[in-house]
């Protein structure tokens, strides 16, 4: 998959697991509320419940790869151009 991808956690279903954070520590990070939050492409997290960040192309398949092992299914991988999910929970 080359095209520009976007990813968004549901806070609400988080677990604190950490598999995102290990897969891509660039993309995801845990915020003081022990729940992870996605980054912007300067490192800045996007503290806001469902923001959204693109997705470096070198990470593309480290990100796809934490939505399909999330164990709280809250990592939406969709496509920057029609918004349709490639990998999480809504993803055919």
Not at 6 to 17: A, M, P, R
Not at 55 to 76: K, N, T
Not at 78 to 91: H, L, M, S, Y
Request: aromatic fraction near 6%; glycine fraction near 8%; charge should be negative.
């Amino acid at each position: 998959m080359s095209e520009p991808l976007s990813v968004w956690i549901e806070q609400d279903l988080c677990t604190g697991d950490g598999l995102c954070v290990q897969y891509a520590p660039e993309v995801f990070e845990f915020d003081v509320d022990g729940l992870a939050y996605v980054k912007d492409s300067c490192g800045a997290l996007l503290a806001s419940p469902g923001a959204r960040a693109n997705v470096p192309p070198e990470l593309r398949l480290d990100v796809i790869s934490s939505a399909d092992e999330c164990p709280g299914d809250c990592i939406h991988v969709v496509r920057a151009a029609d918004d349709v999910e490639v990998a999480g929970p809504d993803a055919s």
